[in-house]
């Protein structure tokens, strides 16, 4: 079984930062994928972004630029610094443990709970 502890997630106002982490515990045995995606409400959960073996990295266009992903393998844990944040990146964010082969192809994942993030104009 694996486990998450996601944190960072709260209210901000337009042009402010976050940061989310997600500590990933548990039985991580081949876990090389690690991301965050995210459901806003009436919207499908989309991907924001991912890195796969610590060096593959991908991001959904509407972020690029302002949010970057980072690993801590030591630690197990995955971060997301979200920048300029805009009314339209409210949403549930949802971290995300999965085995690729090569860099598109997910073999199986597993979900954190989800955290929330608001961004107030």
């Known amino acids: 079984q694996v486990h998450f502890a996601e944190s960072g997630g709260g209210l901000v106002r337009v042009g402010e930062s976050l940061r989310l982490s997600c500590i990933v515990s548990?039985?991580?045995?081949?876990?090389?994928?690690m991301g965050w995606y995210r459901q806003a409400p009436g919207k499908q959960r989309e991907l924001v972004a991912t890195d796969i073996n610590g060096g593959i990295t991908n991001y959904a266009d509407s972020v690029k630029g302002r949010f970057t992903i980072s690993r801590d393998n030591v630690k197990n844990t995955v971060y997301l610094q979200m920048n300029t944040l805009k009314p339209e990146d409210t949403a549930v964010y949802y971290c995300?443990?999965?085995?690729?082969?090569?860099?598109?192809?997910?073999?199986?994942?597993?979900w954190g709970q989800g955290i929330q993030v608001t961004v107030s104009s």
């Open positions: 995300n443990a999965a085995r690729f082969i090569g860099s598109r192809d997910k073999v199986w994942e597993h």
């Open positions: 548990g039985n991580t045995f081949g876990i090389n994928g």
